[in-house]
């Protein structure tokens, strides 16, 4: 794939100019806030800061954070901070607890908001004269829109189909020569799953599908490869990265070194924090990650805590551009539990345990206090009868599982095997966790 | 020449013993011999049965992690070095034994040993080249 780069003069900008300009719009957001916004009029005030009193980006921190409810307790329009008839868009999350988030924008920041999202298309193999399905459903979701005006801005070809309707989706994809998808990791892959059922009929080589522009919701690198795979001919995903609070998906994209998600930086400041204390973690470190919006008008957004953890890399990419680059999401700072001071995240079991043969997908963490310190137990199904022949394999597959957990999370912890269904099954959201460590 | 067994992987909590083992009972299944080898946390029930195929359906259905394996019977004289002599003949031939378990039958001059090894077919060989009965498994499950 050629390595093309959208916006140079942004994406390649040396890092020293890069955070000059980062401060200048800083002060300017500051600024505009104090003088336009209600909601963070006040919140500046009571902290004390004005935008002369920003000297360098560090000086955000005097700043309080924003947070979800800051938006639900707004709702809909109590953030705004310019009058409701110069916004030109608005979208709203779920809303899946309580109140949906609002967010609106005004013209500028939908051309923002494009610029942005342009850049990681380009970087995910999408240009001029590209064909791009977009199946991610449109409507309040910021997903489609998103990448839809995105596309349109390099110029490619935008096929809306929107999610569902799974024949149709493939029949275009043939017709048209679809080069590029813009899905979930998932849909792709089931997309790619009935492709392969019909292939009686209509070849994989029907196809012309090449790039996979996935987003919304995380992938691992092994189901990355498994979707791969499943489309075959050289079909290369990559995963992009944002939030309807931060505009939509835009914020952040891979390149085709897919070596981290490199960040819009001329319109995101990024940190990394603890989200226990709340403190700004040094540069490289593993936190939560907290974002400001710096070019956001219509709805600005200081501080925001996005609850996903992440680290960043400042250091330049092979594909030439000098943005900093996050990690794929490593988990929600609202699954983090602390192990003998060691952050820890059932994800990180979860992929400690790909791959294993022999074992259910299903686990448990169960956590006690012995004494002054805490241990960890991983309770894992065994589903394999063949590894009771010899009690050695089973002694060598919890040796394996074991190894494989603890070179992840860096503390030692305890393997148990368990018969199979015996640990409770949720149809929601999997309970992962079981903390013992305050009975007695 | 092998006789089935079964193994089944049991946590180490009390009352799964007397869960599993009701569980073959209640599909009348007559156990013959029985062992278990186990550490803090799990171990392996082996269980020589009647009708071996019927009780690993029985087990597999009450969601039990079973399989069935082939192992060796023996018949040994029941005295004084009868087992001794048994073993020796199977370590001049180099064969590693897995685990093994004994009983004695209801006839007052016999013992069987239940055998898995690492080479089958060597280790018959040399049990029956010193005379060895090496049990079927239709007699087997019929004692």
């Not at chain 1, 009690?391 to 957990?405: C, F, S």
């Not at chain 2, 359906?57 to 060796?72: F, Y």
Request: proline share 3%.
């Amino acid at each position: 794939m050629e390595n093309r780069i959208f916006n140079r003069d942004m994406e390649c900008m040396p890092r020293k100019e890069l955070e000059a300009l980062q401060l200048e719009r800083l002060k300017s957001l500051v600024d505009y806030c104090e003088k336009n916004s209600k909601f963070y009029a006040e919140r500046l005030k009571k902290a004390g800061v004005t935008a002369d009193k920003i000297k360098c980006l560090s000086d955000i921190e005097y700043i309080p954070y924003t947070t979800k409810d800051d938006l639900r307790d707004t709702y809909p329009f109590g953030m705004l901070s310019v009058p409701k008839e110069k916004i030109v868009r608005v979208h709203a999350s779920s809303g899946t607890t309580g109140n949906p988030t609002v967010v609106a924008y005004t013209r500028e920041d939908l051309e923002n908001w494009s610029e942005q999202v342009a850049r990681l298309a380009m970087a995910a193999g999408a240009h001029e004269g590209t064909t791009v399905q977009i199946c991610f459903g449109y409507g309040m979701f910021t997903g489609a829109l998103g990448l839809h005006y995105g596309l349109e801005k390099i110029g490619a070809v935008v096929v809306p189909t929107s999610s569902g309707n799974t024949e149709k989706q493939l029949k275009f994809m043939r017709d048209f020569q679809t080069d590029a998808i813009v899905a979930t990791p998932s849909y792709c892959m089931y997309l790619a799953e009935a492709a392969r059922s019909m292939q009686d009929k209509y070849p994989m080589s029907s196809y012309n599908l090449k790039y996979g522009i996935l987003g919304s919701e995380g992938s691992t690198p092994e189901m990355r490869t498994e979707i791969e795979n499943h489309w075959g001919n050289g079909f290369f995903c990559t995963d992009n990265y944002g939030m309807s609070e931060l505009n939509g998906p835009g914020m952040s994209g891979e390149c085709m070194y897919r070596d981290g998600l490199h960040i819009n930086e001329d319109h995101f400041y990024c940190e990394v924090i603890d989200s226990v204390s709340g403190r700004t973690l040094d540069k490289g470190s593993t936190g939560e990650l907290v974002v400001t919006n710096l070019t956001k008008r219509g709805l600005p957004m200081i501080r925001y805590r996005t609850k996903d953890i992440t680290n960043i890399n400042y250091d330049a990419c092979k594909c030439g551009r000098t943005t900093a680059r996050m990690h794929k999401i490593i988990g929600r700072s609202d699954d983090m539990i602390k192990v003998r001071g060691v952050n820890v995240f059932p994800s990180q079991v979860e992929s400690a345990l790909i791959g294993i043969n022999g074992i259910s997908p299903n686990y448990l963490i169960v956590l006690r206090r012995e004494g002054y310190s805490d241990s960890m137990e991983v309770r894992v199904e065994l589903v394999d009868g063949s590894l009771l022949d010899r009690y050695g394999e089973l002694v060598a597959l919890q040796k394996r599982i074991h190894d494989n957990i603890k070179n992840i999370l860096g503390i030692e912890i305890k393997v148990n095997l368990v018969e199979p269904n015996s640990i409770e099954r949720f149809t929601g959201k999997a309970k992962r966790v079981l903390d013992l460590r305050n009975e007695k | 020449m092998y006789i089935k067994q079964l193994s089944v992987f049991v946590e180490n909590k009390s009352g799964r013993l007397a869960e599993i083992t009701s569980t073959i009972a209640k599909a009348g299944i007559d156990i013959r011999a029985l062992s278990i080898a186990d550490t803090t946390d799990f171990g392996i029930l082996r269980l020589v049965v009647d009708k071996p195929f019927e009780a690993e359906k029985a087990l597999k259905e009450a969601g039990l992690t079973v399989s069935l394996t082939d192992v060796i019977a023996v018949g040994i004289p029941d005295r004084p070095g009868g087992f001794a002599e048994t073993m020796c003949k199977i370590a001049d031939k180099d064969v590693g034994v897995e685990y093994m378990y004994a009983f004695i039958s209801r006839d007052h001059d016999r013992a069987y040993l239940i055998m898995r090894v690492a080479d089958n077919e060597k280790a018959i060989a040399a049990l029956v080249a010193h005379g060895c009965e090496i049990l079927s498994g239709d007699s087997v499950y019929k004692l």
